[in-house]
């Protein structure tokens, strides 16, 4: 079994900055991809960026430019470096791990950006 802890949720006004983290810890033999993803109230969840171990990143269009994901692969750790923060990022954020074993996700952080 693999175990995901999520951190660093929490309010922000818009423009502000925080910065996500997950540990993934277990049963881990080898990480594939990393990524995280967003839930607004009374939305899907919705695809944000995910990072291959060789540090290939994907994003969504709406947090190019202003979100940067990265991996500490000795730490088996992800992060989200989120910078001017909109009200539309409010959201519980997963952080989403594929292993040779399977697909496991986080418990999930509140985000929420004041205007």
């Known amino acids: 079994q693999v175990q995901l802890v999520e951190s660093g949720g929490g309010l922000v006004q818009a423009g502000g900055s925080l910065r996500l983290s997950c540990a993934a810890s277990?049963?881990?033999?080898?990480?594939?991809?990393m990524g995280w993803y967003r839930q607004a109230p009374g939305k899907q969840r919705e695809f944000v960026a995910t990072?291959?171990?060789?540090?290939?990143?994907n994003y969504a269009d709406s947090v190019k430019g202003r979100f940067t994901i990265s991996r500490d692969n000795a730490k088996n750790t992800v992060y989200l470096q989120m910078n001017s923060l909109k009200p539309e990022d409010t959201a519980v954020y997963y952080c989403k791990v594929l292993t040779p074993k399977g697909l496991y996700w986080g418990q999930g952080t509140q985000v929420t950006v004041s205007s």
């Open positions: 990072i291959t171990g060789r540090g290939s990143t």
């Open positions: 277990g049963s881990i033999f080898s990480i594939d991809v």
